[in-house]
């Protein structure tokens, strides 16, 4: 089972949408999402609890290649850039971003090793 961390700056959309399509169309996986910006309240998700997905992942896939940056450097070398660009979407379920995804895991799926299936949920 390989353990996918999707990484977005609130893990609120697009984090979301990549963990969703992964977690209903690939296997064998165990996905979890988080967000590694700040806004006016702070930070999305606090840095002991980022330090502690960051371990628990297999395989942690950013949403734009500037959130590689937000990385320790210790826990880059198993990460992945699935670059969709900013969140214009505003909702994890738009067609257009599941697309983009799902376009994106079916060309990149051997990076997280893993393989689409065809079950029935």
Request: no cysteine.
């Given at each position: 089972m390989?353990?996918?961390l999707t990484v977005c700056r609130a893990g609120l959309v697009r984090?979301?949408?990549l963990?969703?399509?992964i977690k209903l169309h690939f296997a064998p996986v165990d996905v979890l999402n988080c967000g590694v910006g700040e806004h006016q309240l702070g930070r999305m998700n606090q840095l002991e609890t980022l330090e502690m997905l960051f371990k628990w992942a297999d395989k942690i896939v950013v949403m734009e290649s500037h959130y590689?940056?937000?990385?320790p450097l210790a826990y880059q070398g198993k990460t992945v850039i699935c670059e969709v660009g900013p969140d214009r979407w505003n909702n994890p379920n738009h067609p257009e971003l599941i697309?983009?995804?799902f376009d994106w895991m079916r060309k990149n799926k051997h990076l997280l090793e893993i393989e689409e299936h065809n079950l029935s949920l």
């Open positions: 390989v353990k996918i984090s979301v949408a963990a969703n399509v590689l940056g937000k990385l697309g983009m995804v």
